[in-house]
Each structure stands twice: as structure tokens, then as C-alpha cells.
């Protein structure tokens, strides 16, 4: 699967629950990649599986 979000040129990243001191993995993890791609564009997985015109839509809701 993520070589085909990788064949459209998407980063997908996987944020597991790992517990350990401190503040969770996943809650480092999000918070790096969102300082790391502020300017990105996010969209969940799922959009990848829209339609062109609910595809657009949700570009569009930014």
C-alpha cells in the first residue's frame, strides 16, 4: 500500500502507539511532523480512494 501512495508522490507516515517516559511516541512523533511539513497538505489516507470530483472538493476546503 505505501508504495502506491508513494507512486503519487504522497509521504505517508505511520504514528504506533508505543508507551515509555515522558510524553507517548505518537504524541512526539505527530507534533515533529507537524512542525517538519507546516506547509503541507494533509489529508487522511481514506481521500486517496475519493473520487476525482469529492477529491477536488476536499483540496478546495483548505
Same mark, same amino acid.
Do not use: C, H, I, T
Given at each position: 500500500? @505505501?508504495?502506491?501512495?508513494? =507512486? @503519487? $508522490? !504522497?509521504? &505517508?507516515?505511520?504514528? *504506533?502507539?508505543?508507551? /515509555?517516559? /515522558?510524553? *507517548?511516541?505518537?504524541? $512526539?512523533? =505527530?507534533?515533529?511532523?507537524?512542525? $517538519?511539513?507546516?506547509?503541507? &497538505? %494533509? %489529508? *487522511?489516507?481514506?481521500? /486517496?480512494?475519493?473520487?476525482?470530483?469529492? !477529491?477536488? $472538493?476536499?483540496?478546495?476546503?483548505?
Amino acid at each position: 500500500m @505505501l508504495a502506491w501512495f508513494s =507512486r @503519487l $508522490r !504522497w509521504m &505517508v507516515e505511520y504514528l *504506533p502507539e508505543l508507551e /515509555g517516559k /515522558g510524553l *507517548p511516541y505518537q504524541e $512526539r512523533k =505527530r507534533d515533529y511532523l507537524a512542525w $517538519r511539513y507546516r506547509d503541507a &497538505v %494533509v %489529508v *487522511p489516507a481514506a481521500a /486517496g480512494l475519493l473520487d476525482e470530483e469529492n !477529491w477536488n $472538493r476536499l483540496l478546495q476546503m483548505e
